[in-house]
T-cell receptor, first 109, second 119 residues
Framework: GQNIDQPTEMTATEGAIVQINCTYQ??????LFWYQQHAGEAPTFLSY??LDGLEEKGRFSSFLSRSKGYSYLLLKELQMKDSASYLC??????????WGAGTKLIIKP | GAVVSQHPSWVICKSGTSVKIECRSL??????MFWYRQFPKQSLMLMAT?????????EQGVEKDKFLINHASLTLSTLTVTSAHPEDSSFYIC???????????????FGPGTRLLVL
């Protein structure tokens, strides 16, 4: 079956760095997405990786290793507004998005 | 960027009534839209894929006669929850498939969601 694993919850301190991991087992691979979802709101697109390596976008970076079925989202200089759930999603061979359950990130002052 | 709107944002209805939710792409045309349902503290669950001008494709376990989807134009898809029951209470979110780069990268942009409470 298809499976996406992320930690359920993480806690970090304002100003610090946090890495959210995502491992996947899917039928085929056509890209990995990270979304941010604040409580009560719909997800917003953060990043996309289809080739191995690191994609940097401001305070957020996303890494992919296809051979390991692994990705991480790196958040730097954490701000209180970064408190949200972070969803990892993989597009499979049928171009369907397979969603992880999300990681709830709690930022403390 | 691509903007997707949903209406209404909140609806409370009595059991047995039908509720229609609209999803609009405001500044682009969307041939494909998706409808998701999300229960509290759970991830998104894809309900169906809506293609303009054709019948929607439903995921396994989703009743097509209960969740009617109409994608009559390139900017509007509607989801109608027929004969709603309390267990249908959920957060319903639509998204539109968007090409975000000249290289053909596709992603989904989400509407703000509709909270449905069935009493």
């Amino acid at each position: 079956g298809q499976n996406i694993d992320q930690p359920t919850e993480m806690t970090a301190t304002e100003g610090a760095i946090v890495q959210i991991n995502c491992t996947y087992q899917t039928s085929g691979f056509n890209g990995l997405f990270w979304y941010q979802q604040h409580a009560g709101e719909a997800p917003t697109f953060l990043s996309y990786n289809v080739l191995d390596g690191l994609e940097e976008k401001g305070r957020f970076s996303s890494f992919l290793s296809r051979s390991k079925g692994y990705s991480y989202l790196l958040l730097k200089e954490l701000q209180m507004k970064d408190s949200a759930s972070y969803l990892c999603a993989v597009r499979d061979s049928n171009y369907q998005l397979i969603w992880g359950a999300g990681t709830k990130l709690i930022i403390k002052p | 960027g691509a903007v997707v709107s949903q209406h209404p944002s909140w609806v409370i209805c009595k059991s047995g009534t039908s509720v229609k939710i609209e999803c609009r792409s405001l500044d682009f045309q969307a041939t494909t839209m998706f409808w998701y349902r999300q229960f509290p503290k759970q991830s998104l669950m894809l309900m169906a894929t809506s293609n303009e001008g054709s019948k929607a494709t439903y995921e396994q376990g989703v009743e097509k006669d209960k969740f009617l989807i109409n994608h009559a134009s390139l900017t509007l898809s509607t989801l109608t929850v027929t004969s709603a029951h309390p267990e249908d209470s959920s957060f319903y979110i639509c998204s539109a498939r968007v090409v975000v780069a000249s290289g053909g990268l596709e992603t989904q942009y989400f509407g703000p969601g509709t909270r449905l409470l069935v009493l």
